[in-house]
């Protein structure tokens, strides 16, 4: 047959097929999920959402004139009072740490030892051990990435189609 | 009438045609709901602009077909990948074959009616490869030209026509039987 006639008869025979007909179920699918759109959607937005004015925190000046005296009374109070017992607390603050460094000098200088122990032991390894290697290292890490990441780009590319980019 | 049920009436009357093209560039019912429910939801994002525009037809086919394209070059890649690794032309005339021979019914000595037909017609369409039948769907069912096809499918003119030209020869093969065996 010819390649002309047979796009002809070919093209004929699948403009001549019924078109497919959705599922049922696609309706009721589709528009549960755009219930669910609209729904995240709200919720995203209420966050974001400036409160209506009625929501609006009230700042003090907008308090009731009973309440302003109020709670200015209140600070006034506990100003006071703060300033009352200030000095006692103070001399059993004061005191009690006293106490306590006299306790934990000896055991606070002891851990300073041996936390320099470790350090100078520490040091001593890595000038003997690794301040060597440790150029080689590097650049053998470095190379290895750059391969490794050359790879899962090429790997990518041919064959996942990019979807591992998506 | 309310927005949802605006949207409502905008899909029943529009979901064959989005579901229509999905199935026939994807031949799988269940991705191709997955795809037609993504084009609506992208419709409902702009249906302010599109809900009541003669263009939806239009755009929701534009949208479907690149919602096609990218779900067959995104997650069919993979195992295309691997099936078809040892995929070569010599591979693909016996391919042909077994689709063809699927495609025919037991029942192939009895008369065929031009539903029959048209069902194993639907069938081979169905059963060829991505590569053949997506280029033939486009170009036969959604007039596009052999330049846009290529455009689309982002491969060359001459493997565009050799595509299309073996799809339709399978196609023209399982109509040649059936008239042969009606």
């Known amino acids: 047959m010819d390649p002309r006639e047979t796009d002809d008869v070919v093209h004929r025979a699948l403009r001549a097929l019924p078109p497919p007909r959705a599922p049922h179920t696609l309706l009721p699918r589709i528009m549960a999920a755009v219930a669910d759109r609209q729904t995240a959607d709200l919720r995203q937005g209420s966050i974001g959402q400036v409160p209506a004015a009625g929501q609006a925190p009230r700042t003090w000046f907008a ?20 300033a009352w017992i200030w000095p006692a607390a103070w001399n059993v603050v004061s005191s009690s740490s006293a106490l306590a460094w006299h306790f934990a000098a000896p055991r606070i200088l002891n851990i300073v030892a041996d936390a320099s122990a470790v350090v100078t ?46 | 009438m309310t927005d949802a049920a605006r949207f409502e009436a905008f899909v029943r009357e529009y979901q064959d045609m989005v579901f229509g093209v999905a199935l ?7 991705e191709a709901e ?10 409902f994002e702009r249906f302010s602009e599109i809900g009541e525009s003669p263009a ?10 690149n919602a096609c394209l990218n779900h067959l070059s995104r997650y069919r890649a993979r195992w295309r990948f691997f099936s078809e690794l040892q995929r070569d032309d010599a591979n693909e005339a016996e391919q042909l074959d077994a689709v063809l021979v699927a495609a025919v019914p037991a029942t192939i000595d009895v008369d065929i009616d031009a539903g029959d037909r048209q069902r194993r017609l639907e069938c081979v369409l169905q059963r060829l ?23 689309l499918l982002g491969i060359s003119l001459a493997k565009v026509k050799t595509d299309i030209h073996r799809g339709r020869e399978a196609l023209r093969q399982a109509l040649t039987k059936n008239h042969g065996s009606a």
């Not at chain 1, 040091?123 to 990441?149: E, G, H, K, R």
């Not at chain 1, 590319?157 to 980019?165: D, E, H, I, W």
Request: aromatic letters at 12%; proline letters at 3%.
């Open chain 1, 63 to 82: 308090w009731p004139l009973v309440w302003q005296a109020g709670s200015f009374a209140a600070l006034l109070l506990l100003s006071a009072g703060i």
């Open chain 1, 121 to 166: 032991f520490g040091s001593i390894v890595w000038d003997v051990f690794f301040q060597p290697v440790v150029t080689y290292l590097m650049v053998w890490i470095v190379l290895m990435s750059i391969a490794c990441t050359a790879f899962g780009a090429a790997l990518g590319r041919v064959a996942l189609g990019g979807a591992s980019q998506s």
């Open chain 2, 24 to 30: 026939r560039l994807l031949a799988n019912a269940a």
């Open chain 2, 34 to 43: 997955d795809v037609s429910q993504t084009v609506f939801l992208k419709a």
């Open chain 2, 56 to 65: 939806a037809a239009g755009w929701l086919k534009t949208v479907a077909t």
């Open chain 2, 129 to 151: 490869p991505d590569h053949q039948r997506v280029p033939l769907v486009l170009y036969h069912f959604e007039d596009k030209s052999y330049q846009e096809i290529a455009a």
